[in-house]
């Protein structure tokens, strides 16, 4: 027998057992070795495989490293079979526990847009403390669910106010998530990062909005100014940074942020990964817009 094929009869067997803690291990080995040979050996899985994954997340005991793994295996074998989505939404959606989340957030993700209509339920069901499932669903969903952007505000307002710098930090990364399918308006990501801009992740995030809000402004504008109805091609990200007024917007909005020395280290940061978004000649092309950010 090939390694894949012991891999494959271990997770039959696993499935069976009862215990789960003390085969996370070996079950871990299992899973890395089927995902690894998936795409290679697609017709040697048994049929209704993806059933046989589904049982280890009714153990709550299952690793969250295991958890991912049987994502990613599901994943895959649904991007082939998309039609057995709806199997795994109808068995995940009984006894909705974290490994299920994990899961969840995994394929949510994914470019299967059978899921999209489905994920709007899962929104209200998600542990509180689980952002980067919600931050999964939120980009796998997009616009599709709109209609609950008041479950959304809700659950990101109470992220906000968790005491974890964990969970914290989660949300300062979901924040350009949430400003792209308009669920929260500049503004709004403005006053969220007002209270967590000491997170880890929160000056290169900022950044990336920051530079994100300006082109759609410049954008915006360029529609306007056209009266012709043929569609622009998009210009990239350097191309729009050779824009006068992206230096300007952006190195007010980060000034703005400085109300003590304190902030200053933030701020720094903040600028220098805004500049990483930069080809040489756009910061020359800028240099007086830098100037008057350092000499301020």
Known sequence: MSSFDVAVESLITFSQSKVIIDINYSL??????????????????????????????????????????????????????????????????????YPKEVVLGIIAKSPNNKIKGHLAYFLEHISSDNITCFRRILKGGGLFLLPSKIIVHKFVANAVLNLSHHIQNEVVKTLPILLKFNFLNFQQIKEIFSKLYILPSAPKTFAKILLW????????????????????????????????????????????????????????????????????????????????????
């Open 28 to 97: 871990f080995t299992s899973l890395r070795t089927v995902s690894f040979l998936l795409s290679q050996n697609i017709e040697k899985i048994p049929k209704n495989f993806d059933l046989i994954l589904l049982k280890f997340l009714e153990h709550k005991e299952l690793s969250n490293i295991n958890a991912s793994m049987i994502g990613q295996v599901l994943s895959k074998l649904y991007s082939k079979t998309g039609t057995k989505i709806l199997d795994f939404v109808s068995t995940i959606s009984n006894n909705f526990n």
């Open 213 to 296: 809000q300006e082109k759609c402004r410049l954008e915006s504008s360029n529609q306007t100014d056209n009266d012709s109805k043929e569609e622009k091609k998009k210009e990239s990200i350097h191309e729009i940074t050779k824009h006068q007024n992206m230096f300007k917007f952006v190195c007010e909005e980060i000034l703005s942020f400085v109300v003590s020395p304190s902030q200053l280290k933030v701020v720094s940061l903040m600028f220098f990964y805004f500049l990483k978004y930069f080809k040489p000649e756009d910061i020359y092309f800028n240099i007086n817009s830098l100037l008057a950010f350092i000499l301020t």
